[in-house]
């Protein structure tokens, strides 16, 4: 794979808090321990977390791979110009031979001002980014893919595998993504036996550029899929299963490694990211791994207290404990109530509003009455100016 330009701006092992010699063993387990504490079902609503969560997955993506980190090394050490030798573009360039450099034609290319069309140019190397030949020969990542999803609120809490139907690029059912006939194979190219890319050895500089016999696939397809045309990819309608953890928010974006379009050539496939639209519900809304439930009491089990049951997410009701005196707008706690995740089960919280009727009875307005009557202080007693009391 061509190396990104993160690449020389991102110090990976940096990120996982590994050093550059560190075994595979060393470096997954670093990987885990980072992504479980900053995993956005650890700390939901943290959006630091999850850009975290986010650079830490992309560090892994590359050094956790052998062929990636391999590269990624490779591109670190020569630097986005170390190309150029010491002293910078008036340095020295290396050959190639012992100490010296193999260009891409793309790696040039990338340098600025076109410099890869000019040596391509001047040493017979084939054409640049800009060339006629693109960079999009040998083997290509997958394009990554977007779906949106909408879930019941109560499924976002309990969490649900469901299926995503999609139209999208897909390895071809004839050929299964080789881009042979059936019954046949694609040989190794006799030319670059394989690599993809031929040298051209121009004294001062080794350049690298496409194989010409196999367009950079590394192969020769012989006799190509009548279906496919040879690319190995199809346009068909596919489905996906997909698990929607508990507890997932509106508008949060789940990444599906490797069920994005097939790479081309042998290229790795891309990813896919859902974004859960989660309905709002009637009565519940999430606040992290809590649920919120608002429950009207009457100026009598508010003054007095009174247990009253209280509706949950599942159906079924608990009763709580309202105390005397309790003020609207007071939040209370149920434990374990909440949104259930393997890590832990968040709480429900209930909060009271008093409910004030707009329709009295003739018995319900003499009580009412008669306990202004017999009331003794103002809820407004506190409300004192320089200490000159309250305004009647």
């Given at each position: 794979m061509a190396p990104q330009r993160e690449w020389f701006e991102k110090d990976y092992y940096k990120v996982l808090g590994v050093s550059e010699t560190a075994d595979a063993k060393e470096?997954?387990?670093?990987?885990?321990?980072?992504?479980?504490?900053?995993?956005?079902?650890?700390?939901?609503?943290?959006?630091?977390?999850?850009?975290r969560f986010k650079e830490i997955s992309a560090a892994y993506d590359v050094i956790g791979d052998a062929e990636k980190r391999k590269e990624y090394d490779e591109v670190r050490r020569l630097g986005p110009m170390g190309a150029f030798g010491p002293g910078g573009p008036g340095?020295?360039?290396?050959?190639?031979?012992?100490?010296?450099?193999?260009?891409?034609?793309?790696?040039?290319?990338g340098m600025g001002g076109g410099?890869?069309?000019?040596?391509?140019n001047l040493f017979g190397g084939g054409a640049g980014r800009r060339g006629g030949r693109s960079r999009g020969t040998g083997p290509q990542r997958g394009a990554d893919l977007e779906a949106a999803l909408n879930l019941d609120f109560t499924d976002a809490v309990s969490g649900v595998t469901t299926t995503l139907h999609l139209v999208s690029d897909a390895a071809c059912h004839v050929c299964a993504g080789l881009g042979a006939e059936p019954g046949t194979v694609p040989r190794q190219?006799?030319?670059c036996h394989g690599r993809g890319s031929v040298e051209d050895d121009q004294g001062f500089f080794a350049m690298s550029r496409p194989c010409p016999a196999c367009a950079g696939r590394g192969s020769i397809i012989e006799n190509p899929?009548?279906?496919?045309?040879g690319?190995?990819?199809?346009?068909?309608?596919?489905?996906?299963?997909v698990r929607i953890p508990a507890g997932v928010r509106d508008g949060q974006r789940i990444r599906l490694k490797g069920r994005g379009d097939p790479g081309r050539n042998g290229g790795p496939p891309g990813d896919l990211y859902v974004t859960c639209q989660v309905e709002p519900h009637s009565l519940f809304r999430m606040d992290g791994q809590n649920l919120r439930v608002t429950v009207p009491v009457t100026f009598a089990e508010a003054a007095l207290g009174a247990d009253i049951e209280v509706p949950t997410i599942d159906g079924s009701a608990v009763k709580v404990r309202i105390p005397a005196g309790t003020p609207t707008g007071r939040t209370l706690r149920v434990k374990g109530r909440g949104v259930e995740t393997p890590k832990r089960t968040g709480d429900l919280l209930v909060t009271v509003e008093v409910a004030v009727p707009t329709k009295l009875s003739d018995a319900e307005r003499q009580a009412i009455e008669a306990l202004a009557a017999a009331a003794t202080e103002s809820p407004r007693d506190r409300l004192t100016a320089d200490g000159q009391g309250a305004q009647r």
């Open positions: 470096i997954t387990r670093a990987y885990r321990k980072l992504a479980r504490e900053n995993h956005p079902d650890a700390k939901p609503g943290d959006a630091a977390a999850e850009e340095g020295s360039f290396g050959g190639g031979g012992p100490g010296g450099f193999t260009f891409t034609m793309d790696d040039m290319g410099l890869g069309d000019v040596l391509g190219c006799p030319t899929c009548k279906n496919c045309r690319s190995g990819v199809e346009r068909r309608p596919r489905e996906v299963k």
